[in-house]
């Protein structure tokens, strides 16, 4: 399975053109492109490097369908819950036989500056890999470049944190693996957290079929065979400041002391030019990327309150993160409620929760904002939950503890309809 194949094979099912660019400079070209023609998918040549880049392939609900060969929300999801809850076996095959080393620097990857007020060049599809004893975990770190040899990576405090702090506590360095140019489902896979023991590479490789992987020559990290380019290295005990950068919420993240990735090792695919995937912080394939694969455990942990669940949205107007639209038909009173309080259980750093019946669209935030207006009551169906952990991206909280918000906005359960339903156009 060739990426750069599945991706162009993806592009042709969900009907999206593909345009190839050439040569494309570093620095704001491709936010420039990608911002005003989202339902179009981008191949390029970076300049200075000899990456082809490719931004924009999962732009819309329809783009991860055709990944999934799918036509429904719940097909995807169905797929998605599966391969968590089993994931396949990996297959351990020869490093050699598909990477040679390459005499690479820092320099030679492909970094890039998105908006003029980012704090560098960074790389944002980096995926790491670390392994303690037996527990691997791969997950997203956006990567800044500092010099050839040092590159700031941004770890919030969830699994490779954990990992990491068992080597540092030890005295030593964590080695890791970073990796570039992945196929989807294996970037998709990176962008879940399973519970910790659960290796995202075995959940791609449930929803993908391809299991293979091989163990870097330095540190043994089990990497997939048919990605583009591996990086070994370490994150250093040392910290170094990181940031500023533009987040998925189009507010800039502000500099932090984090970690060091300091590289050791360069390998190159033999069986394809390299590649990566330039997602533009903060647009729609950051919020896809980022949020959808939030969107069936929301689903799932919704049904088991409320079987009645139509819909599950993390909302563009939410950054795909802070906002969640469900939409359900009730069967007994007080459902709702627990709806939303479900959703905040499946993913914590959902700031407010819209519950709707199941006549409103919740792709249509102007049906949404009509159920807001008609059938919630203010004294009786907001519900505020002060000082909770949520996410560090909200700007209100305080490093990620603030209020979340559930907004019952259904009809009272007891009440007839007539009352509450909404004149359709014959």
């Not at 993160?321 to 905040?344: D, R, Y």
Request: net charge neutral.
């Amino acid at each position: 399975m060739n990426p750069l194949q599945l991706i162009r094979e993806t592009a042709r099912k969900a009907g999206k053109p593909v345009e190839e660019l050439g040569k494309v400079e570093r620095d704001y070209a491709i936010t420039r492109l990608a911002s005003s023609n989202r339902g179009k998918l981008f191949l390029f040549e970076l300049e200075g490097t000899e990456f082809t880049g490719y931004t924009n392939l999962v732009t819309a609900r329809k783009d991860v369908y055709a990944l999934f060969e799918a036509t429904t929300d719940l097909e995807v999801y169905s797929r998605v819950i599966k391969a968590l809850e089993n994931p396949a076996l990996l297959d351990t095959v020869e490093f050699d036989d598909y990477f040679e080393r390459r005499d690479y620097t820092l320099d030679s990857l492909p970094f890039v500056k998105y908006y003029r007020d980012d704090g560098s060049r960074y790389l944002t599809s980096s995926i790491y890999i670390i392994c303690y004893e037996k527990t691997c975990n791969a997950s997203y770190h956006r990567t800044m470049y500092k010099s050839p040899a040092e590159a700031p990576i941004r770890v919030v405090p969830r699994q490779l944190h954990f990992l990491m702090k068992k080597y540092h506590d030890r005295g030593v360095d964590a080695p890791v693996a970073m990796v570039l140019g992945a196929d989807p489902y294996f970037e998709l896979a990176a962008a879940m957290t399973p519970p910790l023991g659960v290796f995202e590479a075995s959940v791609a490789a449930a929803m993908s079929g391809y299991n293979k992987v091989v163990k870097t020559p330095l540190y043994k990290i089990p990497v997939p065979a048919n990605a583009s380019v591996v990086v070994e290295g370490v994150l250093s005990r040392e910290l170094a400041e990181e940031g500023p950068f533009t987040d998925i919420l189009m507010l800039l993240d502000g500099k932090r002391l984090q970690p060091v990735f300091k590289p050791a090792g360069f390998y190159v695919n033999k069986h394809q030019t390299p590649l990566f995937h330039a997602i533009i912080p903060g647009l729609w394939e950051h919020q896809f990327l980022m949020g959808f694969p939030r969107e069936p455990l929301i689903y799932e942990e919704v049904r088991k309150v409320a079987p009645g669940v139509v819909k599950v949205r993390l909302t563009e107007g939410g950054g795909g993160w802070l906002h969640v639209a469900i939409s359900l038909k009730q069967n007994s009173p007080g459902e709702a409620k627990l709806a939303g309080l479900a959703a905040i259980s499946a993913h914590p750093s959902v700031k407010h929760v819209f519950i709707v019946d199941e006549d409103i669209d919740v792709d249509n935030p102007l049906e949404v904002e009509w159920a807001l207006a008609t059938r919630l009551k203010g004294s009786e169906d907001i519900i505020i939950l002060k000082d909770i952990k949520g996410s560090t991206l909200e700007p209100r909280s305080r490093e990620g503890i603030g209020d979340k918000v559930i907004f019952l906005a259904v009809k009272p359960f007891n009440e007839p309809w007539d009352k509450y339903r909404r004149v359709v156009v014959e």
